[in-house]
C-alpha cells in the first residue's frame, strides 16, 4: 500500500468566512474564517455567485456584480477544489453564497424570512401527509422519503403526529393562516381518539407509542417499537406527546387539552419522578411501572436529559405561558436546580448526559458510552437563559454562559460553518482535537439549538461573540439545510454542507424528524431575533374557543400572549384586534388579553413591540 506524501493530493472543500481583502486584476479573495484563519481562493471562469435564498424563493445570481460585494467585513460562503501547490494548497473557487447585498447585512434577518420559512414547511408537511383534499389523518405516515412521498410503513408513532401538530400550530401563530390550525386541532383530536388512555385507577393519562394501520386496521403499540427503548415505556416519548397539543391549547384555550396535559402530568409525578433523589427516570417497564424493573435492561434504574431536561423546551415553558399556573414554575424550576447540580463535569467541556438514579454518572449505556451530543449541551444553554425570565438565578445565568463561550472550540466547525454531532466527552493522552464518535456530519436539529441558544445569550447580554455565534449558526443552516428542489429540510449534511441522503438520513419523515425542530427553529427566531436584537415588533394570531382559558376568580378567560419567556421589562402588547377591530382590554406589561364573553371562536392578533430604552 502506498500512500500520498503531505500536501501531494487535491480535494474539494467548503470555506465560511469573511473578507479581508480583494484583488479584482487577479481575481484573489482573501478570507478570514471564525477562528481566525486565513483562506485565499482564486476566482475561476467557471464559477458562480449567488445570494442566501429562503425556502419558495428563486435563485438569484450575484456574478455580475463580484467586485461591488467582495468588500471587507462581508461573509459568505466559498466552495472549491484545494490544488497541491508548492508544499501547501491553493483554493480554486467554483461557487460563492453571500449572505446578504452588503458587509454586515444577513438576508435572514429580514423581517418576514422565518415567517416564510415556517410557512413553506406547513404546506410541504400538509401537501406531503394530506394533499391539496382534506385533513384526514388516517393518510399519516411516519415515514416521509426525501420528496414527501410516502413509504410502504404504515405505523403512525404518536410522537411524530405530535411534532407535526406543534408545527402547524406554531405556523399558524405567526401567519394566522386558518388551513395550518385546523391540521393542528385534528391532528391533535385523532391523538386523543387514537393514542390516548385514560387510567381512571390511577387517574392518569398514558400516550402509545403509535398504531399499525395496515389494511385498513388499527392495532396499538403500547410500548416503544424503537430500538433504544424497544418493549419498554420512555420518558421522552410521553413528554413529547405533549408537545403538539400543548402548543395548539396556547392557540385556542381548548379545556379538554388542558385535562389530557394534568393527566400526563400527573403520570411523570406518579411512576417516573424520583421522589427519593430529585429528577425523572427515563423509562419503566410496561407492567408494573416500575422504573427499577430487571426487564428494563441498561435502562433500570436511570436518568438522562431527555428524561430530565426535555420538559422544558417540549411542553412546559409553552404550558408555562399559556397557564401562568405557579406548579409549572416550580417544576421547571426543580428541573433546571437538577441539571445545575448534576450535570457539569470538571474534567470535560461537556456536560455530563446520563446517569444512575443516585445521579452518579453512567457513561457505559448503549451507543452513548462516553460520549457528547453537541446539541444538548446548546440546548442546556438555551433554556437556562428562558429560565432567567421565569426564575433567574445566577447558577443558570454562569452555566448557560460557560457553555456558550466552551462549545464554539469543541463542538463547532469554526472553518466551515456549522455544528456536529456526536464526540468524544474527554480527550485521549495525546489527543488536541475531540473525536467524532461516528463521522462529523451535520444535524438540522443540532443546529436549531446552536442559533437559539446564541440568540437567546445575544438577546440576554448584548455580547458581540454571541451575536456572531448566532449568525453563523444561522447562515449555515440557511445556506445548506433548505431543500430548494423538494422542499423541506434536510436531516444532515456533510461536513462541507452538502445533503447526506442515505438510510433514515435521505428521508423527510421518521422516527426522528417530523416538523417540530424546524418549525421551533422558525418560530422562536423569529422571537429573539425581532424582539431582542434587531428592534422589529410582530404580531401572533391566536383563536380562542367559547369557555376557553378558564381560570380562578378575576383569572378567567385571561389570555396570555408573550411568545416565550422573555427578560421582564424588554417586549410589550402595542395593540389587539379581536375578529378584525380593536380591542382595548389588554394588559401591555403582562401581555395578556381579557377576552369578551363569545358563543363563537374568536380571532385574536396581538402585535407585540420591544420597548425602547
Same mark, same amino acid.
Given at each position: ?14 470555506v ?6 480583494? /484583488?479584482?486584476e487577479?481575481?484573489?479573495v482573501?478570507?478570514?474564517t ?7 481562493a482564486?476566482?475561476?471562469d ?7 435564498? @429562503? ?10 456584480h463580484?467586485?461591488? #460585494? ?25 461557487r460563492?453564497?453571500f ?7 444577513c *438576508? ?14 406547513a404546506?410541504?408537511y400538509?401537501?406531503a ?5 382534506? =385533513? ?15 413509504t410502504?410503513?404504515?405505523?403512525q408513532?404518536? &410522537?411524530t ?8 400550530a406554531t405556523?399558524?401563530?405567526l401567519t394566522?393562516?386558518? /388551513?395550518?390550525?385546523d ?15 385514560v ?5 392518569? +393519562?398514558?400516550?402509545?407509542?403509535g398504531?399499525d ?14 430500538g ?9 416519548e410521553?413528554?413529547?406527546?405533549l408537545?403538539?397539543?400543548?402548543q395548539?391549547?396556547r392557540?385556542?384555550g ?5 385535562? &389530557? ?6 403520570l ?8 427519593e ?20 435492561g ?8 431527555n428524561?430530565?431536561? /426535555? ?5 412546559l415553558? @409553552? ?5 401562568g ?5 416550580a ?7 437538577? =441539571? ?5 463535569d470538571?474534567?470535560?467541556?461537556? +456536560? ?8 452518579s454518572?453512567?457513561?457505559?449505556? @448503549?451507543?452513548q458510552?462516553?460520549g457528547?451530543?453537541?446539541?444538548h *449541551?446548546?440546548?442546556?444553554a438555551? *433554556? ?10 445566577e ?13 464554539p472550540?469543541?463542538?463547532? &466547525? ?12 474527554t ?22 439549538q ?6 437567546i ?6 455580547d458581540a ?7 453563523e449558526a ?5 445556506a ?11 436531516f *444532515? ?10 438510510g @433514515? ?5 421518521s ?9 421551533? #427553529? ?5 422571537v ?14 391566536f383563536?380562542?374557543r367559547?369557555?376557553?382559558f ?5 383569572e /378567567? ?6 411568545p416565550d ?5 424588554? +417586549?410589550?402588547l402595542?395593540w389587539?384586534e ?8 389588554f394588559d401591555?406589561?403582562?401581555?395578556t +388579553?381579557?377576552?369578551?364573553e ?5 380571532t385574536?392578533a396581538?402585535?407585540l413591540?420591544?420597548?425602547? &430604552?
Amino acid at each position: 500500500m502506498t500512500t500520498s506524501r503531505a500536501h501531494d493530493f487535491t480535494f474539494s472543500d467548503t470555506v465560511a468566512g469573511y473578507v479581508t481583502g480583494f /484583488d479584482p486584476e487577479r481575481r484573489l479573495v482573501d478570507l478570514r474564517t471564525s477562528d481566525g484563519g486565513a483562506v485565499r481562493a482564486t476566482l475561476t471562469d467557471a464559477m458562480s455567485a449567488e445570494f442566501l435564498r @429562503n425556502l419558495g424563493d428563486p435563485y438569484v445570481d450575484a456574478s455580475g456584480h463580484l467586485d461591488d #460585494l467582495l468588500t471587507p467585513g462581508t461573509q459568505l460562503f466559498a466552495y472549491g477544489i484545494f490544488y497541491p501547490e508548492t508544499g501547501a494548497h491553493v483554493m480554486e473557487a467554483k461557487r460563492l453564497v453571500f449572505l446578504g447585498r452588503r458587509a454586515g447585512e444577513c *438576508n435572514f434577518e429580514e423581517p418576514t424570512w422565518w415567517v416564510r420559512q415556517l410557512d413553506a414547511l406547513a404546506r410541504f408537511y400538509r401537501r406531503a401527509q394530506f394533499g391539496e383534499g382534506e =385533513i384526514d389523518y388516517r393518510d399519516y405516515r411516519t415515514m416521509l422519503r426525501l420528496g414527501g412521498d410516502k413509504t410502504d410503513t404504515h405505523v403512525q408513532e404518536t &410522537d411524530t403526529i405530535s411534532r407535526l401538530v406543534y408545527g402547524m400550530a406554531t405556523a399558524f401563530m405567526l401567519t394566522g393562516e386558518q /388551513d395550518h390550525l385546523d391540521a393542528a386541532e385534528r391532528g391533535t383530536e385523532y391523538l386523543r381518539d387514537h393514542m390516548r388512555f385514560v387510567d381512571r385507577d390511577a387517574d392518569v +393519562v398514558y400516550w402509545y407509542h403509535g398504531i399499525d394501520v395496515r389494511g385498513g386496521a388499527e392495532r396499538k403499540l403500547f410500548t416503544s417499537e424503537f430500538g433504544d427503548d424497544y418493549h419498554a415505556i420512555p420518558m421522552y416519548e410521553q413528554i413529547y406527546a405533549l408537545v403538539g397539543p400543548t402548543q395548539t391549547y396556547r392557540i385556542t384555550g381548548d379545556p379538554r387539552i388542558s385535562s &389530557d396535559i394534568d393527566g400526563t402530568l400527573r403520570l411523570f409525578e406518579k411512576f417516573f419522578r424520583d421522589h427519593e433523589r430529585g429528577g425523572y427516570f427515563s423509562h419503566v417497564d410496561p407492567i408494573l411501572l416500575s422504573p427499577h424493573h430487571e426487564s428494563l435492561g441498561p435502562n433500570r434504574s436511570r436518568k438522562n436529559w431527555n428524561s430530565v431536561g /426535555d420538559h422544558a423546551p417540549a411542553y412546559l415553558i @409553552n404550558l408555562l405561558l399559556a397557564t401562568g399556573d405557579p406548579r409549572h414554575a416550580a417544576m421547571l424550576e426543580e428541573t433546571f436546580d437538577s =441539571i445545575v447540580e448534576h450535570f457539569p463535569d470538571e474534567g470535560s467541556p461537556f +456536560v455530563q448526559e446520563r446517569f444512575h438514579a443516585d445521579w452518579s454518572p453512567d457513561r457505559t449505556w @448503549n451507543w452513548q458510552q462516553d460520549g457528547a451530543v453537541v446539541g444538548h *449541551n446548546l440546548k442546556i444553554a438555551w *433554556n437556562l437563559m428562558r429560565m432567567m425570565a421565569i426564575t433567574p438565578k445566577e447558577d443558570y445565568r454562569a452555566l448557560a454562559e460557560r457553555i456558550g463561550r466552551t462549545m464554539p472550540d469543541v463542538g463547532s &466547525d469554526r472553518r466551515r460553518g456549522g455544528w456536529y454531532d456526536v464526540v468524544s466527552r474527554t480527550l485521549a493522552e495525546g489527543e488536541e482535537h475531540h473525536r467524532f464518535v461516528w463521522h462529523d456530519r451535520k444535524a438540522w436539529w443540532q443546529q436549531e439549538q446552536s442559533i437559539l441558544a446564541y440568540l437567546i445569550l445575544a438577546g440576554h447580554t448584548g455580547d458581540a461573540d454571541f451575536h456572531r455565534h448566532a449568525r453563523e449558526a444561522a447562515a449555515f443552516y440557511n445556506a445548506f439545510f433548505l431543500d430548494h428542489d423538494e422542499g423541506g429540510v434536510y436531516f *444532515n449534511v456533510l461536513a462541507a454542507g452538502f445533503p447526506y441522503l442515505l438510510g @433514515n438520513e435521505r428521508l423527510k419523515g421518521s422516527h426522528s424528524m417530523s416538523m417540530y425542530h424546524a418549525s421551533e #427553529l422558525c418560530f422562536l427566531s423569529s422571537v429573539y431575533t425581532k424582539l431582542l436584537i434587531t428592534g422589529d415588533p410582530m404580531t401572533l394570531w391566536f383563536r380562542p374557543r367559547p369557555g376557553s382559558f378558564a381560570g380562578r376568580p378575576g383569572e /378567567d378567560r385571561i389570555l396570555r400572549v408573550s411568545p416565550d419567556a422573555l427578560p421582564p421589562g424588554r +417586549v410589550r402588547l402595542d395593540w389587539v384586534e379581536v375578529d378584525g377591530r380593536p380591542y382595548g382590554a389588554f394588559d401591555p406589561q403582562a401581555m395578556t +388579553v381579557k377576552l369578551p364573553e363569545s358563543d363563537g371562536d374568536l380571532t385574536v392578533a396581538a402585535h407585540l413591540a420591544p420597548v425602547s &430604552d
